[in-house]
């Protein structure tokens, strides 16, 4: 650990800890009834537990925090989460690209990409990050667990994971509506209902509707506004109630996106790299296509075997169909030519994805609930199937194709042990065993043909130990030395380079050693999270320009070291009044690097999507107006510049990105009807989330975030 993190770490972590007596003296004290209620439960540790009690970094928000900050889809998370990058993919706008504490994944449209950040749907893990950026039309909760979860989460949670927690069938009944229409001609509906069908059988459905018909972006080619989209989609979950000691749920889950897909800003092929044409503007001469649909079925059964052991079993089978296609270079026009524009890398994709997975559990705890243990086995099968045509500078390629196949056997167990009141001690073990195909063909430059076919294997071991030591109800420190890891993969965005194609590369890992403090304060109305860690990431997996124009190659580049300081705050001085903040110091290195890595070669001491500082600020006030309320809310979020590629070359610089919200909304007696206004990026920054030199000395592009965009809207709760 250096002696700068060191430093800040021990400055942060005493001054935290050293306010401690100091301020629950001489603060006057307020009704906790007044002001309290920050805390969540959450199941970090796959069992419900308080936030303020669990020994992981984690973000949670519940449905009323995901309102009042107008988050509505998996992306509008990252400004909430210390160290967290979310973005559209460059495959389509529904596709994520995600990166934390140092791993990342850009290439989610790929069917043989995996996120490090493993995404879980009601503990249903979801393998794409095609389609991942997830409407939240009824969502309970979402936790977002930052440092690996090897031990508990398994594969693909080498740096963290995210849950969603949709809103179950209890036996109650509500009924929740809300329409909204915003800039560029959006309507927006979702609506959620719940209801005791019997004495013991109950439902919760809820459905989602989301349709832009003006476009944000201008094809000066085409001469049409671009970035329309239509989504919708719902869910319906029966469960069993007032059954002694059993649990049972099933769902069914559907989700359709059908839009005009990602479009890129040309830019000028020498530096400073500026757009070529408006901020806003492209001009390809064929079509982006965004399109996917899902759908998905799962179960989820436990049965209490006595008052302290429970057995659970978790099957789902999850199904994607996707198209997309866009052109890399936004157009493509010669430095001097008045032409027309051609495609400059057009790549149309078809894809195709299923998956079943099947979780057992165990869960078992002392009498006095000193000890806690779970322990489990975890399987998952994906077929996956991708068919690619390409067009470069105008010049169609011969098409390719992957077939991949995955097989993955893991067993765990974890077991918490307070060995003396306040201190618990935590040992946790996973082995997982996994087993993957590749069948594909390419081309070669001269149109040649080649049938490939790759395999692996793979046996990994991922522990965690854990020390966490509660000294009172209102604060607690932890320590973690923890392991995670990112499969093995093939290479397959290299059309044109059969030698590439298809490749494997190895799994990725990351030890973390990461201490941590939990505090609420003035009677548990402000509340201090605070942790900070080592990673060392070895074979790390970096996506590098391959060796023909357009081709990418995943290398096992790299050992390199990320080491962070986060903090989240939330304070609530009076009853209706609520202040928020997050704060993430990330400082990275590459440690060793392999000679004949893109990284190397362009002199790269720093990872790629890592800000070295990123904050958010915000609030909420409710302010009585007789009977009814008026609720105000706003936020601003701000990070460091970044670079998109791997290289860190001019070309893929992105500046700092700041953007501001807010919100308000009436709501009228006893809050079942609710009228607001809200707008995202206020005050209308122009900013670009990803560039590149995408054909060195040829082309490259950027991509745009949305411009300022208001929305007006209407809601019923009863």
Do not use: C
């Not at 894809?351 to 086995?377: C, M, P, W």
């Not at 009141?421 to 996994?434: C, E, F, K, Q, V």
């Amino acid at each position: 650990m250096s002696s700068r993190f060191a430093f800040l770490f021990g400055t942060a972590l005493v001054t935290t800890l050293s306010t401690v007596p100091a301020m629950a003296q001489e603060a006057p004290q307020a009704s906790s009834d007044a002001v309290g209620g920050n805390d969540i439960v959450v199941t970090a540790q796959r069992r419900e537990q308080s936030l303020q009690d669990t020994p992981i970094a984690v973000s949670a928000f519940n449905s009323a925090m995901l309102e009042d900050r107008a988050v509505n889809s998996v992306i509008a998370l990252a400004s909430n989460t210390p160290g967290l990058y979310l973005s559209q993919g460059t495959a389509s706008p529904s596709t994520l690209q995600i990166a934390m504490r140092g791993a990342l994944e850009q290439s989610g449209g790929s069917v043989t990409s995996e996120s490090p950040v493993a995404i879980y749907i009601d503990d249903v893990y979801q393998s794409r990050l095609s389609a991942a950026d997830y409407d939240l039309a009824d969502i309970e909760r979402v936790e977002v667990l930052r440092g690996p979860q090897g031990t508990l989460y398994g594969r693909n949670s080498m740096t963290g994971a995210m849950k969603l927690v949709t809103r179950q069938p209890n036996g109650d009944n509500w009924a929740n509506f809300d329409i909204s229409y915003a800039r560029f001609d959006e309507v927006k509906a979702k609506a959620s209902v719940g209801a005791a069908l019997t004495g013991n059988l109950a439902l919760a459905a809820s459905g989602f509707y989301d349709n832009r018909d003006k476009g944000w972006q201008y094809n000066v080619f085409t001469r049409e506004d671009v970035t329309k989209f239509r989504r919708y989609g719902g869910q319906v979950a029966l469960g069993l109630t007032n059954v002694d000691r059993v649990e049972a749920v099933v769902t069914a889950r559907y989700a359709k996106s059908t839009s005009d897909g990602q479009h890129f800003l040309p830019i000028n092929d020498t530096p400073p790299y500026n757009p070529a044409l408006g901020f806003y503007q492209t001009r390809t001469p064929l079509p982006a296509i965004g399109n996917n649909e899902q759908y998905s079925f799962s179960g989820r059964f436990g049965y209490d075997l006595t008052d302290t052991i429970t057995v659970r079993s978790i099957t789902a089978y999850q199904h994607l169909d996707e198209h997309w296609a866009l052109d890399f270079a936004g157009g493509y026009v010669a430095p001097g030519s008045n032409a027309d524009p051609i495609p400059g890398f057009y790549r149309d994709s078809l894809g195709k994805q299923n998956q079943f997975t099947q979780e057992l559990q165990v869960l078992a705890n002392s009498a006095d609930d000193r000890l806690h243990v779970i322990a489990g086995f975890f399987y998952f099968r994906e077929h996956a199937r991708q068919d690619t045509n390409d067009i470069f500078t105008g010049f169609p390629l011969p098409p390719s194709s992957i077939e991949t196949k995955s097989r993955s056997y893991a067993g765990y167990g974890q077991a918490d042990y307070e060995i003396i009141p306040g201190l618990t001690a935590s040992a946790g073990i996973r082995y997982t065993h996994d087993i993957k195909s590749f069948f594909g063909t390419t081309p070669d430059s001269a149109g040649t043909i080649y049938v490939l076919n790759y395999g692996i294997k793979a046996n990994v071991w991922t522990p965690k130990f854990n020390l966490q030591w509660k000294w009172s109800d209102t604060g607690m420190v932890y320590a973690t030395a923890a392991r995670g890891y990112r499969a093995a993969g093939f290479n397959s965005l290299n059309s044109g380079e059969p030698a590439g194609f298809g490749r494997p590369y190895a799994p990725e890992f990351a030890w973390s050693y990461e201490i941590g403090a939990k505090v609420d304060l003035l009677d548990r109305a402000l509340q201090l999270n605070l942790a900070a860690y080592h990673e060392s990431l070895t074979d790390l997996q970096t996506l590098a320009l391959g060796n023909v124009a357009g081709s990418y190659l995943t290398q096992n580049a790299a050992k390199a070291k990320v080491q962070g300081i986060e903090l989240e705050t939330t304070l609530r001085p009076v009853q209706g009044i609520s202040f928020f903040g997050n704060l993430t110091y990330t400082y990275d290195k590459y440690q060793e690097l392999d000679p004949g890595s893109q990284a190397a070669q362009a002199g790269a001491e720093h990872l790629p999507l890592i800000s070295r500082w990123q904050y958010q600020v915000g609030g909420t006030a409710d302010l009585p107006i007789g009977d009814s309320t008026v609720t105000l809310a706003a936020d601003y979020s701000y990070r460091t510049s970044y670079n998109s590629l791997v290289s860190l070359s001019q070309a893929s610089e992105n500046p700092a990105i700041g953007r501001a919200n807010a919100s308000v909304t009436y709501k009228l007696p006893g809050d079942h009807i609710q009228f607001y206004a809200q707008a995202s990026n206020l005050f209308n920054s122009k900013d670009w989330f990803a560039s590149a030199e995408f054909v060195p000395g040829l082309f490259g592009y950027k991509i745009p975030l949305e411009p300022r965009v208001w929305r007006v809207g209407f809601r019923y709760k009863m």
